[in-house]
């Protein structure tokens, strides 16, 4: 009887001492799953930042394409004007009523063209002055956004940090309870907990019945399991069985 109780105790132990490691390792692949699903928060963040800077771009570009316009119609009225000019001595110098009339046209045509282009500077004028406007609101506007942006970035990188943080916590936290299992079940444990990528190797049997696949198990099994008195694996999903009434006798 003392043999059996005592089989019993190492049994206990050990099954604590597995819950307990599987407690660990299940919040490490929490973390390392958060480790990998945080960054891509930042990925929306990238969208809006490519996109207020193309608004920003665009509105500067416009800006910019109103003031080389007004650029090239001065340079036009100047141009023309220096033609003017030019017909204007040559009026004294021509000998015939139909070229110095030839000339008066010109000279017109080149005065109406110059009107023209100042009504569009008159416009352009008008326009750059509210361009101007909104690309400095829109310019303070963005200049909000991204710093928000930034902000929640911030946020983010120091949520990856936390987690990374308690994750190292975590692996060190296992390590003493790891090495309260014996090598060969450690090895069986991690076997399928490599096996199966996430989830628990651990888990409970009810009524016989496998919680981790629903596969019933042979009332052998079922009764050395619900005994406490040997380690048994699922014949189905592999994963590792206890009775519940052996976790309340661990918290008793």
């Not at 390392?32 to 800077?53: C, G, H, M, N, T």
């Not at 009523?97 to 100042?118: H, M, R, T």
């Not at 496998?210 to 999903?237: D, F, R, W, Y």
């Given at each position: 009887m003392a043999d059996v109780a005592a089989q019993k105790m190492r049994e206990v132990a050990l099954l604590r001492a597995l819950l307990h490691l599987q407690e660990l390792d299940l919040k490490i692949e929490v973390?390392?799953?958060?480790?990998?699903?945080?960054?891509?928060?930042?990925?929306?963040?990238?969208?809006?930042?490519?996109?207020?800077?193309?608004e920003l771009k665009e509105r500067e570009k416009n800006f910019q394409n109103l003031q080389i316009e007004q650029r090239s119609c001065e340079s036009e009225i100047e141009q023309k004007n220096g033609q003017i000019s030019k017909y204007q001595q040559?009026?004294?110098?021509?000998?015939?009523?139909?070229?110095?009339?030839?000339?008066?046209?010109?000279?017109?045509?080149?005065?109406?063209?110059?009107?023209?282009?100042?009504e569009r500077i008159i416009s352009l004028m008008i326009d750059i002055d509210e361009a101007?406007?909104?690309?400095?609101?829109?310019?303070?506007?963005?200049?909000?956004?991204?710093?928000?942006?930034?902000?929640?970035?911030?946020?983010?990188?120091?949520?990856?940090?936390?987690?990374v943080r308690a994750r190292k916590q975590l692996e060190q936290d296992r390590e003493p309870v790891a090495g309260q299992i014996d090598a060969s079940t450690l090895?069986?444990?991690?076997r399928i907990r490599n096996s199966k990528k996430s989830g628990p190797a651990l888990v409970p049997l009810n009524d016989q019945v496998?919680?981790?696949?629903?596969?019933?198990?042979?009332?052998?099994?079922?009764?050395?399991?619900?005994?406490?008195?040997?380690?048994?694996?699922?014949?189905?999903?592999g994963r590792l069985l206890y009775h519940s009434v052996n976790v309340q006798e661990l918290s008793a």
């Open positions: 973390c390392r799953s958060r480790e990998i699903e945080i960054p891509k928060q930042k990925s929306k963040f990238d969208v809006q930042k490519a996109r207020l800077a193309e040559q009026l004294f110098q021509v000998k015939k009523n139909e070229e110095y009339q030839a000339l008066l046209n010109e000279i017109e045509v080149l005065k109406k063209q110059i009107g023209l282009k100042e101007k406007a909104r690309l400095a609101q829109d310019k303070k506007r963005i200049e909000a956004e991204l710093k928000d942006i930034d902000q929640q970035c911030a946020a983010i990188d120091t949520e990856l940090i936390d987690d090895a069986r444990y991690m496998c919680t981790g696949c629903n596969m019933v198990m042979p009332p052998q099994i079922a009764n050395e399991v619900l005994a406490g008195s040997k380690l048994h694996s699922c014949h189905l999903c």
